[in-house]
């Protein structure tokens, strides 16, 4: 099992990341994916999850109206973009899955205690 973060960098403040997770080792359509970050000298934060094959999702109060998560399915990769970056959504951010409980579970689901795998993260840097 594999999941590999990738799309982190450095940018400017206001400006936009897409994130990319893709997954392998397992089926990807039963399992939620998830984002989540660890700010420097903060605990992890969940953000965003989503049920590829239902196509539902849920997003965190703080990564509402900021951050967007789609899924490829032919790719088994999830993406989360980006936008209106400041400089404190500075952090890694991390993938993980979970195997799926049934329909409509992605709410309750979308905790870091329930994430079967993780990967190893992405780095972004906004600067101001």
């Known amino acids: 099992v594999q999941l590999q973060a990738s799309g982190g960098g450095l940018v400017q403040a206001g400006g936009s990341l897409r994130l990319s997770c893709t997954a392998s080792g397992f089926t990807f359509g039963d399992y939620i994916i998830g984002w989540f970050r660890q700010a420097p000298g903060k605990e992890r934060e969940g953000l965003s999850c989503?049920?590829?094959?239902?196509?539902?999702?849920y997003y965190a109060a703080s990564a509402k109206g900021q951050f967007t998560i789609s899924s490829d399915n032919a790719k088994n990769t999830v993406y989360l973009q980006t936008d209106s970056l400041k400089p404190e959504d500075t952090a890694i951010y991390y993938c993980?899955?979970?195997?799926?409980?049934?329909?409509?579970?992605?709410?309750?689901?979308?905790?870091?205690?329930?994430?079967?795998?993780w990967g190893i993260g992405t780095l972004v840097t906004v600067s101001s």
């Open positions: 989503i049920n590829s094959r239902e196509r539902t999702t």
């Open positions: 993980a899955a979970a195997r799926s409980r049934g329909f409509g579970t992605v709410k309750v689901q979308c905790r870091m205690d329930v994430m079967d795998y």
